[in-house]
């Protein structure tokens, strides 16, 4: 089993940049695909990214490609996602999520990850 705590969360202007961490506990961190989901109020928790075991391999919402990297540290038991060029609309909580295993066509679902973090509150102003 693994543990999650995300931290990096905040208010920023539109156009700006933060980083989410995730850290993570209780088992080997490379052995787990990681993922990051965002909510907003009243909707639906969404797939944001997602790297698999290694950091070899990397998945992003069309929303956020080219804006957004995902990374892992495994060595620092920490997993990252690299907010750039932030808009209004994606102001949420942010949650990373960890799974054992994974299959690519399954990456972007947050139903396959069994474990998640308490999430960190992103909020970007006009």
């Known amino acids: 089993q693994v543990q999650l705590v995300e931290s990096g969360g905040g208010l920023v202007q539109a156009g700006g940049s933060l980083r989410l961490s995730c850290v993570a506990s209780?088992?080997?961190?490379?052995?787990?695909?990681m993922g990051w989901f965002r909510q907003a109020p009243g909707k639906e928790r969404e797939f944001v990214a997602a790297?698999?075991?290694?950091?070899?391999?990397?998945f992003y919402a069309d929303s956020v490609k080219g804006r957004f990297t995902i990374s892992k540290d495994n060595a620092k038991n920490t997993g990252y996602l690299q907010m750039n060029s932030l808009k209004v609309e994606v102001t949420a909580v942010y949650y990373c999520?960890?799974?054992?295993?994974?299959?690519?066509?399954?990456?972007?679902?947050?139903?396959?990850?069994?474990?998640w973090g308490q999430g960190t509150q992103v909020t970007v102003s006009s």
């Open positions: 999520a960890a799974r054992p295993s994974y299959t690519i066509a399954t990456m972007t679902s947050r139903v396959h990850y069994g474990y």
């Open positions: 209780g088992r080997t961190f490379s052995s787990y695909a």
């Open positions: 790297i698999i075991q290694s950091g070899g391999s990397t």
